[in-house]
């Protein structure tokens, strides 16, 4: 729509920058259009005054001093100084860095400036210490007030974004209201433009971190957009009809499963046998703990689809989790003759290969990460679309594998062949109450699977202050188990442990060669290598990053210790300890905290002691949300929500939702209001 294209179009059509800065611009607001630039908001502020007597630490000092001298140190280890006047005062401005050639440039005696930057009071008078404001006195106004502060990206200055947001403010014109007047008057909302422009010029503090009107307006925008999108999504689907797919027993009554399915997995199949009996495409959520057995369900589902003629893809978060379930599925239908591959973002090498392969249905059974849905992968004809850890998804990444399949089944001209509108199978531990579901994924059926298999161990879950860790390691030196390690970051921080320290120090206490490192940064083979060495035993310790948090089945580990256990929600803490007790073995959790831990994170740790129960736990968690300590927010399932992070703001998502039904869907309105919010998708390739 024409009125709202120049949100659409490169900042360079309305300010002059560098190819450098446009590439920094990109890395620190997801793009270079102008909306991308709109919709990076402020994180902090900053405030200058002009007030010599009243001002404090955290201020800037701003003022129009005329140069009077200036005092080259004899030594380089003393500051430069240029005195000032600034009326009948007399300051110094300050230089540690500094070339007295660029010195004599910048403040020519007599020259009167404006100046601006962090200030103090000293026995010699006030100092104003490289200041980040020298400019000509008459832009002193501009440099007296609040300052929006942006989050940056190494290389890019405030200075430089503030100026180039300012800039497109004075360029663009104003942006047309896409939200009907009556609507905006019956739900108290302000205008788009008003909300935007009040976002980037906070007040205060309180605009920053509150609710204000601006950011509520913006909030609920994206989460209509997101309704709108599912709403699209499930309209194409129920526009469509899905090829009618019945067990034959082909492939599935040759299967050979080391154990008896479960009373709930074996119904869990049959509300998936009769979705995909139907011309109606299934959309399915199958719910289960941490351990209960969705992976042999989504296995037996895709088997069923394969064994009618159609390829079947598993789509998961993270390549370690695709790795895994790779060989399990390979293990599992050794004797079957079906053809399964798996594809990673960043094993490239066999790609055009398997474009080729999944094209002609060689491939009958895909397992891979994000990178499946990359738009030159099409299939020959797909059938089920199996979502595994589904949380980890966002709308968008359903829907382009929805379109996928349309493209490749109702456009073509072999839409009989094809396997139409693919049914849809998510599976995900991390339970949501059904009203959220509906917001977050549409209108969907679920499946639960309640019971666990039979074996599954019991875990005992402790907690330990880190002062007690020389202890604890020894203990666990001593003990015949394998164990997980997990620490919340790669690299040293000055607030977390990572994953390298504290390996360097658990080497001293366990022989080195039983103790090895895992994280995301490696690369596949690397990863895949520690993996299978851990599941042979020949690593006795696994000190790793939350990559391992979901999915990863190794029955032989039993130990599970969690460092900054108080830093993490309660959904992921269970997934975390659903690692382990999954052998014969008697099963551990060790909650190992540091000081201080707040109240919510104590009442968290005290929770996971009492309860191995998931679905209890997550909905303690929706409970405890909103305490701003949480690492990890991935696990609430609303990670493509940019504005309007859910836990704060339910009734703002019923807001969305009545909204959304009084809005004309195929409107061009509509469709401005979504592509305001498209970029919004968290790449997955990003966790652990
Ligand atoms: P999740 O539901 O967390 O994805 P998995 O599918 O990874 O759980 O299953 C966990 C483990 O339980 C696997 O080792 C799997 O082989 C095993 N398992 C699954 N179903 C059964 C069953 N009916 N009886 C015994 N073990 C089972
Ligand atoms: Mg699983």
């Known amino acids: 729509m024409k009125a709202y294209d120049f949100l659409f179009s490169p900042v360079t059509d309305f300010v002059k920058i560098s190819d450098y800065t446009i590439k920094l611009i990109k890395k620190c607001c997801g793009g270079c259009r102008v909306i991308d630039l709109l919709l990076h908001f402020p994180s902090s502020i900053q405030n200058r005054t002009a007030d010599v007597d009243n001002f404090s630490d955290k201020d800037k000092l701003t003022l129009v001093v005329q140069v009077l001298r200036h005092m080259a140190p004899m030594g380089r280890s003393q500051p430069y100084k240029v005195i000032v006047a600034a009326g009948t005062l007399e300051l110094q401005i300050i230089f540690f860095n500094y070339n007295v050639h660029y010195m004599r440039k910048v403040f020519p005696i007599g020259e009167t400036l404006c100046v601006s930057g962090n200030a103090q009071r000293t026995i010699g008078g006030i100092q104003i210490v490289h200041p980040d404001i020298v400019t000509q006195a008459s832009y002193a106004k501009y440099h007296v007030g609040i300052e929006a502060i942006y989050p940056l990206t190494a290389g890019l200055s405030n200075k430089t974004l503030s100026y180039i947001i300012a800039t497109i403010f004075k360029s663009i014109p104003e942006i047309p209201e896409y939200i009907p007047e009556d609507l905006l008057n019956e739900y108290k909302l302000i205008k788009f433009s008003e909300a935007i422009w009040a976002v980037h010029h906070p007040k205060s503090m309180a605009d920053i971190i509150s609710m204000t009107d601006a950011r509520k307006r913006i909030a609920i925008d994206e989460l209509l957009a997101n309704q709108i999108r599912l709403r699209q999504i499930r309209e194409t689907i129920n526009e469509h009809k899905s090829k009618i797919i019945r067990e034959n027993g082909q492939l599935t009554g040759r299967l050979k499963l080391p154990f008896q399915l479960t009373v709930d997995q074996v119904s869990c199949l049959n509300d998936i046998k009769k979705d995909l009996a139907s011309t109606k495409p299934m959309n399915r959520l199958v719910q289960g703990d941490v351990g209960a057995g969705k992976t042999v369900v989504a296995f037996i589902s895709m088997l069923m689809v394969i064994e009618n003629g159609f390829q079947a893809v598993l789509l998961v978060p993270t390549e370690i989790l695709a790795m895994q379930h790779y060989s399990t599925l390979k293990n599992l239908s050794e004797n079957l003759g079906i053809n399964?591959?798996?594809?990673?973002?960043?094993?490239?090498?066999?790609?055009?290969?398997?474009?080729?392969?999944?094209?002609?249905?060689?491939?009958?059974?895909?397992?891979?990460?994000?990178?499946?849905?990359?738009?030159?992968?099409?299939?020959?004809?797909?059938?089920?679309?199996?979502?595994?850890?589904?949380?980890?998804?966002?709308?968008?990444?359903?829907?382009?594998?929805?379109?996928?399949?349309?493209?490749?089944?109702?456009?073509?001209?072999?839409?009989?062949?094809?396997?139409?509108?693919?049914?849809?199978?998510?599976?995900?531990?991390?339970?949501?109450?059904?009203?959220?579901?509906?917001?977050?994924?549409?209108?969907?059926?679920?499946?639960?699977?309640?019971?666990?298999?039979?074996?599954?161990?019991?875990?005992?879950?402790?907690?330990?202050?880190?002062?007690?860790?020389?202890?604890?390691?020894?203990?666990?030196?001593?003990?015949?188990?394998?164990?997980?390690?997990?620490?919340?970051?790669?690299?040293?921080?000055?607030?977390?442990?990572?994953?390298?320290?504290?390996?360097?120090?658990?080497?001293?206490?366990?022989?080195?060669?039983?103790?090895?490192?895992?994280?995301?940064?490696?690369?596949?083979?690397?990863?895949?290598?520690?993996?299978?060495?851990?599941?042979?035993?020949?690593?006795?310790?696994?000190?790793?990053?939350?990559?391992?948090?979901?999915?990863?089945?190794?029955?032989?580990?039993?130990?599970?210790?969690?460092?900054?256990?108080?830093?993490?929600?309660?959904?992921?803490?269970?997934?975390?300890?659903?690692?382990?007790?999954?052998?014969?073995?008697?099963?551990?959790?060790?909650?190992?905290?540091?000081?201080?831990?707040?109240?919510?994170?104590?009442?968290?740790?005290?929770?996971?002691?009492?309860?191995?129960?998931?679905?209890?736990?997550?909905?303690?968690?929706?409970?405890?949300?909103?305490?701003?300590?949480?690492?990890?927010?991935?696990?609430?399932?609303?990670?493509?929500?940019?504005?309007?992070?859910?836990?704060?703001?339910?009734?703002?998502?019923?807001?969305?939702?009545?909204?959304?039904?009084?809005?004309?869907?195929?409107?061009d309105n509509t469709a401005v209001l979504c592509d305001i919010f498209s970029r919004i998708e968290n790449d997955t390739s990003v966790f652990g």
């Open 340 to 667: 399964i591959d798996i594809m990673l973002g960043s094993n490239r090498r066999k790609r055009s290969l398997q474009i080729e392969d999944l094209k002609n249905s060689n491939i009958q059974l895909l397992v891979g990460t994000h990178a499946i849905l990359e738009d030159n992968i099409e299939f020959a004809n797909l059938g089920l679309v199996v979502i595994d850890e589904q949380h980890r998804f966002g709308v968008l990444q359903r829907a382009k594998l929805i379109r996928k399949c349309q493209n490749n089944g109702i456009n073509s001209t072999q839409k009989t062949e094809s396997g139409g509108v693919p049914n849809v199978l998510a599976m995900s531990a991390t339970p949501i109450p059904r009203t959220l579901l509906l917001g977050c994924y549409g209108d969907l059926d679920v499946s639960t699977i309640k019971t666990k298999p039979a074996r599954r161990k019991h875990i005992e879950t402790m907690t330990f202050s880190v002062s007690k860790i020389d202890e604890l390691a020894t203990k666990l030196q001593k003990l015949d188990s394998q164990i997980y390690w997990v620490c919340p970051v790669i690299e040293e921080s000055e607030t977390l442990m990572d994953v390298t320290t504290r390996c360097e120090y658990l080497n001293n206490i366990f022989s080195a060669p039983e103790v090895s490192i895992l994280h995301g940064k490696m690369k596949p083979q690397e990863k895949n290598s520690i993996i299978t060495d851990f599941k042979n035993k020949k690593i006795k310790l696994l000190v790793s990053t939350t990559v391992i948090e979901v999915g990863i089945d190794i029955p032989n580990a039993n130990i599970m210790v969690i460092e900054h256990a108080e830093r993490f929600g309660l959904a992921q803490l269970h997934q975390l300890r659903g690692r382990v007790g999954r052998g014969t073995d008697a099963a551990y959790c060790i909650l190992l905290y540091h000081n201080p831990v707040s109240k919510i994170g104590a009442r968290r740790l005290q929770l996971m002691r009492e309860t191995n129960d998931g679905f209890l736990l997550s909905e303690e968690d929706l409970k405890l949300r909103g305490a701003g300590d949480i690492l990890g927010k991935e696990q609430s399932g609303f990670n493509s929500l940019r504005f309007s992070e859910f836990a704060d703001n339910y009734s703002l998502l019923t807001v969305a939702e009545k909204i959304v039904s009084s809005l004309d869907l195929k409107s």
